[in-house]
Every structure is written in structure tokens, then in C-alpha cells.
């Protein structure tokens, strides 16, 4: 069964640091989204890509966050200047019909 | 803005005792609500989408039921097995929008 990949598993980055997290989505797949879990909290929506641009995005989603499909297949996640707020489980989300399968996640730990 | 309320937030039941989890929701046009299993440190595993008020839906020991304000996850049965986290969320309006997430119910079955 097709399933959604996610590297690194854990990430552990200083304060003010970029982290690029990765993923590969299911193949056929055309929306694409990444969500966030803070510990302990519900999951929360960060931001949906489809046609190679962003369709919609929360207002946790700032400027010191971008997205991109470098290469067809890769979807990344950036995180310009990290807080210690930053962390979080991130999940990258790949969406056939209306479901919507959740990748096993990265752990981000910011120090 | 959508919102979904889940209870109990915690259940522990005995192997074999049935019971009901219930997820509230208010959302501006249903476009579809979707329950997630999720065991510790993991993404979220997608169980079942529902799409209209009376519609219900089985797998195995689960059955999901939806009305206008609120869905129910019925267990049957129940074996250690099914000890997760269940999650309830609303997907609203049009295109590629986010899912909005309820807290989720932490359900432990005994043996």
C-alpha cells in the first residue's frame, strides 16, 4: 500500500536556525499539506500546495515558514529563523479523493 | 470559524465492553468528517470519512455515524488492540481547505 514518507524523524536544531523537514507523498496524489502537533495539543493545519503553489494556509503559517515541490516528487517544509515554539511533530499530509494520509512525521526539537 | 469538541477526552474500558465516542462539530457548509486513529508518537492513521447526515460506515470493530451536529464512533467489542487516541476532524468550503481537528479522545481497553 502506498504511504507517505517523511526524513529526517527527528530533528534537533539551535534557536534561529532553518530546518528544511522532507517528504514524499503518494504517487498519483495532487494536494499536498503539512500540520503541526504540539505536544500534548490537537493537530493543527499549517498549509495546503496544489499545482505548485500554496492554496491555503492558517495563520500559524508566517513568513518565517515557506513551502515548495522542488522536484515532482519531494515536498518540503522550510523554517527560516526557528523558536523554541517551533516545537513540535510535523506531518506532511498527501490527499487522494477526499482522504487525506498522514505521513509518520518529524520530530522538531528546538533548542 | 469551525470548530469540533470531542468526549470524553479519556475512556478506559474493559476487553469486550462496548461503548460510543462522540465528536461535536459547527462548521459553515460539511464538506466531509473524518475520525483518525493515532498511537503514541506516530501521524495519524485515517479510519473513515462521512459526508452526509445519516450516512454510517464500518471497519471491523468501528462504526462511524454522523448527523447534522455530530458524529459518533461506535466500538464493539473491543480488544487492547484498539488502545489509541481517537481523532475527529471537519473538512469545510471548497478546494484544497485544511481539516480542523478536535482534541481527540485517549481510549485504553484493559484485558
Known amino acids: 500500500e502506498p504511504e507517505v514518507t517523511q526524513t529526517p524523524s527527528h530533528q534537533v536544531t539551535q534557536m534561529g536556525q532553518e530546518v528544511i523537514l522532507r517528504c514524499v507523498p503518494i504517487?498519483?496524489?495532487?494536494?499536498f499539506y503539512w500540520y503541526r502537533q504540539i505536544l500534548g495539543q490537537k493537530v493543527e493545519f499549517l498549509v495546503s500546495?496544489?499545482?505548485?503553489?500554496?492554496?491555503?494556509k492558517s495563520e500559524i503559517f508566517d513568513d518565517q515558514f515557506s513551502v515548495e515541490r522542488p522536484d515532482g516528487s519531494n515536498f518540503t517544509l522550510k523554517i527560516r529563523s526557528t523558536k523554541l515554539e517551533d516545537s513540535a511533530m510535523y506531518f506532511c499530509?498527501?490527499?487522494?479523493?477526499?482522504?487525506?494520509?498522514f505521513g509518520p512525521g518529524t520530530r522538531l526539537t528546538v533548542l | 470559524e469551525d470548530q469540533v469538541t470531542q468526549s470524553p477526552e479519556a475512556l478506559r474500558l474493559q476487553e469486550g465492553e462496548s461503548s460510543s465516542l462522540n465528536c461535536s462539530y459547527t462548521v459553515s457548509g460539511l464538506r466531509g468528517l473524518f475520525w483518525y486513529r493515532q498511537d503514541p508518537g506516530k501521524g495519524p492513521e485515517f479510519l473513515f470519512t462521512l459526508y452526509s447526515a445519516g450516512e454510517e460506515k464500518e471497519k471491523e470493530r468501528l462504526k462511524a455515524t454522523l448527523t447534522k451536529k455530530e458524529s459518533f464512533l461506535h466500538i464493539t467489542a473491543p480488544k487492547p488492540e484498539d488502545s489509541a487516541t481517537y481523532l475527529c476532524?471537519?473538512?469545510?468550503?471548497?478546494?484544497?481547505?485544511?481539516?480542523?481537528f478536535g482534541k481527540g479522545t485517549h481510549l485504553i481497553i484493559q484485558p
Open positions: 504517487s498519483n496524489h495532487l494536494y
Open positions: 500546495f496544489y499545482n505548485n503553489e500554496i492554496s491555503e
Open positions: 499530509v498527501s490527499r487522494g479523493n477526499n482522504e487525506q494520509f
Open positions: 476532524a471537519v473538512s469545510s468550503g471548497g478546494g484544497a481547505d485544511g481539516l480542523t
